[in-house]
């Protein structure tokens, strides 16, 4: 359901809350975390993929395996900085909607969930295989 619709973009009603879209601070984040993979060797496949369990910020491609990725944006390391921000409960959704990314489209390719950390104003760190 849409509350509203706002200059940062539209306001949504969700199980957990009141989630905002298309908010430009994390639309910096993701494009600054494409850019990396990018410059790491990734192609981007998608980003912002919906289905019933949640989205997926960014699905790559690194050699022959396709990868998940959570972007995760904080402005500094105060309560654990970006890294601490991925709860068992955010692993558990990328999970479940990678794997119904799968089934729609590549459901024999090798997987990884993965995630671009932004922290302040240091380099991306790219965390592999999170889910292990």
């Known amino acids: 359901m ?3 619709n706002g200059e940062n973009g539209a306001d949504y009603i969700t199980k957990g809350g009141l989630m905002r879209l298309n908010h430009p601070r994390a639309q910096a984040a993701e494009e600054a975390a494409c850019g990396y993979l990018k410059r790491c060797g990734c192609r981007i496949l998608a980003r ?3 289905c019933r369990y949640g989205e997926i910020d960014i ?3 690194e050699g022959q395996t396709v990868l ?3 972007v995760r944006q904080r ?3 105060a309560f654990g900085g970006a890294a601490a921000s991925i709860t068992p409960a955010k692993l558990a959704k990328l999970s479940r909607s990678a794997e119904a990314w799968l089934q729609q489209h590549a459901p024999h390719a090798d997987c990884r969930l993965d995630a671009v950390l932004l922290d302040g104003c240091g380099p991306p760190q790219w965390l592999k295989n999170i889910g292990a």
Do not use: D, R
Request: no cysteine; hydrophobic share 45%.
């Open 2 to 4: 849409v509350l509203q």
């Open 75 to 77: 402005s500094g390391q």
């Open 68 to 70: 998940f990725v959570e």
């Open 59 to 61: 699905i790559a491609q």
């Open 48 to 50: 912002n993929w919906h």
